[in-house]
Nanobody, 121 residues
């Protein structure tokens, strides 16, 4: 029904930057809030940033001032600009969105497959 596909991960040196993208496609009727999560090896998945359909944003304390979430509603796409990256930012980053799609009548949780971000010298 709906697919979320992330891109933009990779290997970067400490202090560097990356920009993640997540595109939602399929029989989409409405997209609500969109989020990025991170999951480091051996740890639980944690919320990094959230953006509502109206553009309001929230961030985890660990990334405030370094990461910026944004979205393009016309393209059903959410971005995560990551600056001043640290080794502790190393994780798989997952996109999540609340989406109403064909055949449903309320917002459903939709997840991407994840993209690896590695911060290392």
């Amino acid at each position: 029904q709906v697919q979320l596909v992330e891109s933009g991960g990779g290997l970067v040196q400490p202090g560097g930057s990356l920009r993640l993208s997540c595109v939602a496609s399929g029989s989409i009727l409405s997209v609500g809030h969109m989020e990025w999560y991170q999951q480091a090896p051996g740890k639980e998945r944690e919320l990094v940033a959230r953006i509502t359909s109206g553009g309001n944003t929230n961030y985890a304390n660990s990334v405030k001032g370094r990461f910026t979430i944004s979205r393009d509603n016309a393209k059903n796409t959410v971005y995560l600009q990551m600056n001043s990256l640290k080794p502790e930012d190393t994780a798989v980053y997952y996109c999540h969105a609340a989406i109403v799609y064909s055949g449903t009548y309320d917002y459903r949780d939709c997840w991407g497959q994840g993209t690896q971000v590695t911060v290392s010298s």
